[in-house]
């Protein structure tokens, strides 16, 4: 099942789930992060990774922006 995380504004800037096929949490970051934003996706996927019992992660940060 997919998590999605929205900002303020109400677009999704994090999604995470669980890729049973590699057995890895995959989590998408997506536009400027705050550091709010950080902890709470961070959180998320602390969350996604213990309900899995998986240790790996593969994060995507390609359509990050900013610094």
Not at 31 to 52: I, M, R, S, W
Request: hydrophobic share 35%; charged share 15%; net charge negative.
């Amino acid at each position: 099942m997919k998590t999605e995380l929205y900002n303020s504004m109400g677009v999704v800037f994090f999604s995470t789930e669980y890729d049973h096929r590699h057995h890895w949490v995959y989590n998408y970051w997506k536009g400027y992060q705050t550091f709010d934003n950080v902890v709470a996706g961070a959180n998320a996927c602390l969350a996604k990774l213990q309900e899995n019992q998986s240790s790996r992660i593969l994060n995507d940060n390609s359509q990050v922006s900013g610094p």
